[in-house]
């Protein structure tokens, strides 16, 4: 640390003798996916940091890139939080927010060439411009003395412990909900769905006092599930869901993103499960790259460390490759009108697929004889809502309800009892589901 104090010092006297506004350029530089600051980034950011506190004024623009790996949607995150990432860290080393501005640049702006490996390793970055004016060489130096006194008095004090207020909790739900808090002191969001949210102490980098706005929609339950009609696919693959939320911080009319140094956590309770995996978007689930995935032993519970917002997020596992498509004609209800969906004795769910006519299918798990059938219906075309629900149990699926089906070259078991399953005119039975553990 010396070292660097000295060096940048004398670079600072050198260059006040011949201007009076500076620029300081600096890059650092990331590997494939990584967006997190290492312990040579952070050297190299303090060296730039000296040189901001021996400043009368000064700006900072961050701008983060990648190489064009992956989607673009996705390289918008990335980069944004290879910029964030040093905000935060400057931040937390005391320079003012207001002096900062930072942007996710994706993969434009390439400095190397995307068909080489060593020109992509060029690209994942973030560029670090200051533009500063210097102090005479006198408050330099009591800068740095400054910075020496304060290591050494945050060393002496690294044992005290300092009381901070205990965490507010909100009380919200079910389905969906919205809020307000401010950014100072924990909270503790409770969804009576279950799901309990935990945001720290300035979780957010914005330099506003405006309060924040939350929307939380709570879909941990089969009910909310089947309700919103949330597909269980990815690609052609069939996936099992367990629960799924979506949750959005707005502040006015500036954007605001979440500090990574303080990050929110997403608690969803459930039985440990070493297949179920972290997905994002539902319209089309893909596995989530970039927020991290955990499991928390003490609450029984998920534990989903929040990086970005802005999407539904998932848990889901692997429908097994052994599973049987389970073959039902469904009645009452037009083609397109609802999904249907069938429920496992462990809560998980997976939606049907519409095959032709009245005929629905559904992956099955080999080793499940038991299963349930649910879906609801609403027509809103008059004045007075019509409500339909379709509830079928099969206790014990056995060779003689079913016989072998084959429908454009491909193989299903067709349930024979009953002929048919009928929606009924009604609302939704909420007790009759099979719903996630709750905390």
């Not at 990331?30 to 506190?53: M, R, W």
């Not at 924040?212 to 009609?229: L, R």
């Not at 802005?310 to 599973?323: A, C, D, N, V």
Request: proline share 4%.
């Amino acid at each position: 640390m010396k070292k660097i104090i000295l060096v940048t010092a004398f670079w600072l006297v050198y260059i006040t003798q011949y201007s009076q506004m500076n620029t300081l350029k600096e890059t650092i530089f990331f590997n494939i996916g990584k967006t997190n600051l290492t312990q040579a980034h952070k050297n190299k950011l303090d060296s730039v940091i000296i040189v901001i506190n021996a400043s009368e004024t000064y700006k900072v623009d961050l701008k983060g890139y990648t190489c064009n790996i992956g989607s673009l949607s996705i390289n918008n995150v990335v980069s944004k939080l290879r910029a964030l990432n040093v905000y935060n860290y400057l931040v937390d080393k005391g320079v003012e927010r207001k002096h900062i501005k930072y942007e996710g640049k994706a993969m434009y702006n390439p400095l190397g060439d995307n068909k080489t490996a060593d020109g992509r390793s060029k690209n994942r970055r973030t560029e670090i411009e200051v533009l500063f004016k210097l102090m005479d060489l006198e408050n330099i130096q009591q800068n740095n003395n400054s910075s020496n006194n304060n290591a050494s008095n945050n060393k002496q004090n690294s044992n005290t412990t300092i009381n901070k207020p205990a965490a507010k909790t909100i009380e919200i739900g079910p389905e969906m909900v919205t809020g307000q808090f401010t950014n100072e002191n924990n909270k503790l969001i409770k969804s009576s769905n279950g799901i309990q949210i935990e945001i720290p102490e300035y979780s957010f980098s914005s330099p506003s006092k405006e309060p924040f706005e939350f929307d939380m929609k709570d879909y941990t339950q089969n009910y909310d599930i089947i309700k919103k009609n949330i597909a269980t696919k990815s690609g052609k693959q069939n996936l099992m869901l367990m629960g799924a939320y979506s949750l959005n911080f707005t502040q006015g009319n500036e954007e605001i993103t979440l500090n990574t140094n303080s990050p929110v956590k997403v608690y969803i309770p459930g039985a440990f499960d070493p297949e179920v995996k972290l997905y994002t978007n539902h319209r089309n689930w893909t596995l989530d790259t970039i927020n991290a995935l955990s499991y928390d032993d003490a609450k029984k519970s998920y534990v989903i460390t929040t990086k970005y917002l802005g999407q539904m997020f998932g848990l889901l596992k692997p429908m097994p490759e052994t599973s049987k498509n389970i073959l039902f004609k469904i009645s009452n209800i037009g083609k397109g009108e609802a999904k249907p969906y069938a429920i496992f004795d462990n809560c998980m769910i997976v939606s049907g697929n519409y095959v032709k006519g009245k005929l629905y299918s559904f992956p099955i798990p080999s080793d499940k004889s038991s299963f349930k059938i649910r879906a609801a219906y609403s027509d809103f075309s008059s004045k007075t809502p019509t409500h339909y629900y379709l509830s079928e149990d099969i206790k014990q699926l056995e060779p003689k309800q079913v016989s072998n089906k084959k429908i454009n070259e491909k193989e299903f078991m067709r349930i024979c009892t009953p002929s048919k399953f009928q929606y009924k005119q009604t609302q939704m039975d909420r007790s009759s589901l099979c719903e996630t553990p709750q905390n």
